[in-house]
């Protein structure tokens, strides 16, 4: 923890709800007066990749997050019909507009939060709507399945 910011204990419980019972699409978290992670919100389980990137968007282009995300996707090995997969990946959003001590402290916490949440197939960084955008996180996502 090389920024000294600390994981809340409801996060913990939250990841268990997204990664086994699948209680949510997506959860947002913030860091609170500089000093621990904690949740912003949450998504229902029926919230689209869109609702995910317009809470991003609406937070502000000076705001930095970080976004636990259930990504369903189709995925076709060689020789067979597609299947659907799910991945969750953590993503570090910090805009290029945000000010830079925002973005290295989001940036030196990430590996808390990373720590934190054992288990999570992608890790994508994003300064941008395009780096986020849902073709970009699809590509990250597949780009380590089999073919």
Partial sequence: MASGVKVSDE???AYTDIKKSKKY????????????????????????YDDYLQHLSNVGP???????YDFEYEHACQGTSDT??????????CPDTA????????????DALKHALEGVGKYIQATDMAE????????????????
Avoid at 62 to 68: A, I, K
Avoid at 99 to 108: E, G, N, P, V
Avoid at 132 to 147: H, P
């Fill in 84 to 93: 659907k997969k799910q991945k969750l990946f953590l993503m570090s959003w």
């Fill in 62 to 68: 000076e705001q930095c997050r970080y976004g636990l």
């Fill in 132 to 147: 986020a955008s849902y073709e970009c996180v699809l590509e990250k996502c597949r780009s380590t399945d089999r073919s």
């Fill in 11 to 13: 996060i913990h419980k």
């Fill in 25 to 48: 699409r997506y959860i947002i978290f913030h860091i609170k007066d500089d000093k621990e992670i904690c949740i912003e919100t949450y998504g229902d389980r029926d919230a689209t």
């Fill in 99 to 110: 000010k830079i001590k925002k973005k290295m402290l989001y940036s030196s916490s990430f």
